[in-house]
């Protein structure tokens, strides 16, 4: 973005410089010459010829740029749609997973320290299964945070921003 504002700036000098000769050009005396200070031909043809090709590089630049946000916008609807069918179901097992526990460690203060071993394990189980549950939904979630930058950065890369 940087590089096209800076092509604007120096788009509107020349047509700053390109106006002010040609109003030299009017003002100055038919068979006079050019005042001081004003544009030969030679200089505004050349000034002319380097507008439009900052312009031509800035609507490429532009181009580019229309490109990478229109493929980032397709990127992201397959993305995240794969991904939250799947982060959702690892959302429900957690959910699941910690009723148990809620329900094993009610069991277990119930139980008021004389606790059958079989509660005790049921107990430490529901408490494994909500923990791998929650595991899966933070790996999925990573996957989902990775598809994107990686999404992002297959859309510019550096053989097409060339």
């Known amino acids: 973005m940087t590089e096209i504002e800076e092509l604007q700036r ?19 005396p038919s068979a006079g010459g050019l005042p001081e200070g004003a544009m030969s031909k030679v200089d505004a043809d050349t000034m002319k010829l380097e507008l439009r090709a900052a312009l031509a590089h ?17 990127a992201e609807p397959e993305i995240t749609t794969s991904l939250v ?4 179901e690892q959302i429900a ?3 699941a997973a910690n009723a148990e526990l809620v329900a094993a460690n009610t069991a277990l203060r119930e139980a ?12 430490m189980a529901a408490e494994l299964t909500a923990l791998r549950a929650e595991r899966a939904a933070e ?4 996957k989902a945070l990775l598809a994107v930058v990686e999404g992002a950065n297959r859309v510019a890369t550096p053989e ?3």
């Open 10 to 28: 120096r788009i509107v000098s020349a047509l700053d410089r390109i106006g002010q000769g040609v109003q030299m050009v009017a003002a100055a």
């Open 58 to 74: 800035s609507e490429a630049l532009q181009d580019k740029l229309d490109a990478v946000q229109d493929k980032l916008t397709k």
């Open 85 to 88: 069918a799947e982060l959702e």
């Open 93 to 95: 097992s957690l959910k």
């Open 112 to 123: 008021n320290g004389a606790a059958s071993a079989e509660t005790v394990d049921q107990g």
């Open 139 to 142: 790996a999925t979630e990573m």
């Open 160 to 162: 097409e921003s060339a």
